[in-house]
């Protein structure tokens, strides 16, 4: 075989692969994330059960966070097939924010949902031994509307004890809509070609001056080329 013919043959195989990537990229693109801003306060250093210290050296607890988001028809689900999303660990740390920049960002795992619920747990991350639990909230049903500002979530401590009781964790959420995605629950695509159309905010296709229809594609000679009279 002719370095020709095997040049072609590669040229056609990475193609081949190429196109298979692209297009499998585009398949994985969901059309929106949720945010959420956490604070967190455990004064007394304090797990599920006594204290988050093993070795005397240690300060406190080395806390951080899971987050479990499933589909609101469900009261409980171990599944998160929504979205999950692990923290990273704050070491020593009574209390924790993260909002603003530093807010959390979980990754849908599917289109979303009219209603979600979600779980927050906080863990010791310990080093030679398991993790300690220290607490876990969950949330009442919650509508997703991306129109909707940052919003605080009602949440339930679910295993309540004696050590963890002072325990206090807030959480809120908002949904926001990736790029070229608009609507409630970001279902309606939208990009503009910059030749025929743009988008406005609710995602509606907006006609360019000698275009018109529903997708923008009815083209008007005449405002391209003058017509001749009576045209």
Same mark, same amino acid.
């Given at each position: ?7 072609? %043959? ?6 081949t692969?190429?196109s298979?990537?692209f297009?499998?990229s585009?398949?994985q ?7 959420l801003e956490?604070?967190y306060?455990?004064?007394?250093h304090k797990?599920k059960?006594?204290?988050?210290? +093993? ?12 987050i ?6 469900? +009261?409980?689900?171990?599944? =998160?097939?929504v ?10 740390a009574?209390?924790v ?9 979980v ?7 009219p209603?979600i619920?979600?779980?927050v747990?906080?863990?010791?991350k ?9 607490v876990? +909230? ?10 909707a ?8 401590? %679910? ?11 807030k959480?809120?959420l908002?949904?926001?809509? !990736?790029s070229?995605?608009?609507?409630r629950?970001?279902?309606i695509? =939208?990009?503009?070609? +910059? ?12 006609c360019?001056?000698? @275009? !018109?229809g529903p ?8 405002? @391209? ?6 045209a």
């Open positions: 075989m002719g370095r020709y013919q095997c040049n072609n %043959i590669l040229f056609a195989l990475t193609f692969l190429l298979c990537y297009r499998h585009k398949a693109i969901l059309p929106g994330k949720i945010y956490l604070f306060a455990n004064p007394w797990a059960y006594g204290r988050c210290e +093993f070795f005397p050296h240690e300060k406190g607890c080395d806390v951080f966070f899971k479990c988001i499933w589909n609101g028809t469900t +009261f409980s689900s171990s599944h =998160c097939d979205g999950r999303q692990t923290t990273e660990t704050f070491e020593d009574k209390t924010v993260l909002g603003g920049e530093d807010y959390v960002q990754p849908l795992r599917t289109f979303p949902p209603t619920r979600l779980r747990e906080a863990w010791d310990d080093r030679l031994s398991s993790h300690d639990h220290i876990s +909230f969950v949330s009442e049903a919650v509508e997703l509307d991306s129109r500002p940052l919003r605080t979530i009602n949440l339930l401590k %679910i295993d309540r004890t004696s050590d963890n009781e002072d325990v206090e964790i959480v809120s908002k949904l926001e809509c !990736a070229h995605y608009h609507g629950l970001c279902e695509y =939208c990009q503009p070609d +910059f030749k025929s159309y743009t988008c406005d905010s609710q995602g509606n296709r907006v360019y001056p000698g @275009f !018109a997708m923008c594609n009815m083209k008007d000679y005449c405002f @391209f080329e003058p017509c001749a009279p009576f």
